[in-house]
Nanobody, 124 residues
Framework: QVQLVESGGGLVQTGASLRISCAASVRTLSYYHMGWFRQAPGKEREFVAAISRNGGETLYADSVKGRFTISRDNAKTTVYLQMNNLRPDDTSVYYC?????????????????WGQGTQVTVSS
């Protein structure tokens, strides 16, 4: 069983930066591809970014490409999402997820473990 705990969310202004983290309770994080998803009130959960086991491959949603960066530190069993130039439409609960499948993916159904989420609110 993998437990994922997100942190670092908060209230920021448009144009600000924020880094959120996902701490995994595993001995070897490199067994898992990792992803970030988000869900705004009244909307479906959507893919944000994913990173492969060794960090060699990253995927991004078009809406965040060039603004967000996903990274991981397997030694610290932690995954990060650096968010720059935040906009009000980035306001969501952000979820971290772990995937044991063959490759990093944007498909939420492929992820096996999920965190409880951290709220990010961007004011205009």
């Amino acid at each position: 069983q993998v437990q994922l705990v997100e942190s670092g969310g908060g209230l920021v202004q448009t144009g600000a930066s924020l880094r959120i983290s996902c701490a995994a309770s595993v001995r070897t994080l490199s067994y898992y591809h990792m992803g970030w998803f988000r869900q705004a009130p009244g909307k479906e959960r959507e893919f944000v970014a994913a990173i492969s086991r060794n960090g060699g491959e990253t995927l991004y949603a078009d809406s965040v490409k060039g603004r967000f960066t996903i990274s991981r530190d397997n030694a610290k069993t932690t995954v990060y999402l650096q968010m720059n130039n935040l906009r009000p439409d980035d306001t969501s609960v952000y979820y971290c997820a772990a995937d044991q499948g063959p490759r990093a993916t944007y498909l939420s159904r492929e992820y096996d473990y999920w965190g409880q989420g951290t709220q990010v609110t961007v004011s205009s």
